[in-house]
């Protein structure tokens, strides 16, 4: 059975991510404990709520440094989930700025609407377009539909990273990717089938 870590930066109902990953045959971990973030084969960051809040529990936690360990120096996948895949960036301009992970080179910057029909915060169904053939939506059809719920965005600086994108709100990244580090601005465990053939192809990873 594929073990995954979930990170529990407090900011999460961890109740979905954890059933989607047993739905899918995997074995979840859920922990804040730096240590065995440390050793994990790999990982999730899920997460709701403001960019410098999760970041400062993470960093009061010890588990910033855990997180870079295990994915730059160990090689080790991750996929980061809505506010999860934000903190990967470089920085976030959420209320302050301030540093994130940096583990994707980026800046999370507030959506703009660009169309009439743009609403933030923007919460539902939407379109996601592949742009890489990445590997987290192998099967699944480029312009098929994931739930979405955030009103900031990752804006990728090596255009390269952003591998799928939502077309709303001017083309925004869905996924950004670098080697086996990954984050969705969706919801996979929320969004059905699709979501769970994602999650499964993660756990492949």
């Known amino acids: 059975m594929r073990s995954v870590t979930i990170i529990d930066s407090g900011l999460s109902n961890l109740d979905s991510v954890v059933r989607a990953i047993e739905y899918c045959g995997g074995e979840p971990t859920v922990t804040n404990d730096p240590q065995i973030v440390a050793k994990a084969n790999r990982l999730i960051l899920p997460g709701v709520g403001a960019f410098p809040i999760a970041m400062k529990r993470l960093n009061a936690a010890g588990i910033t440094e855990a997180i870079q360990t295990v994915v730059l120096h160990s090689e080790r996948p991750m996929l980061g989930i809505c506010l999860g895949m934000q903190l990967m960036a470089t920085i976030g301009h959420e209320h302050e700025s301030c540093l994130g992970l940096n583990l994707i080179t980026g800046d999370v910057i507030a959506l703009d609407a660009t169309e009439p029909t743009d609403r933030i915060p923007h919460i539902g169904w939407n379109t996601v377009n592949d742009l890489v053939n990445c590997p987290l939506l192998k099967g699944i059809p480029s312009g ?4 979405f719920a955030h009103s900031f965005c990752f804006q990728p600086r090596d255009h390269t990273d952003m591998q799928a994108s939502t077309p709303s709100f001017g083309n925004f990244a869905a996924i950004v990717g670098n080697g086996l580090v990954f984050g969705t601005q969706f919801h ?18």
């Open 188 to 205: 996979p465990e929320k969004s059905q089938a699709v979501g769970f053939m994602l999650v499964k192809n993660f756990l492949q990873m």
């Open 144 to 147: 098929s539909d994931f739930y």
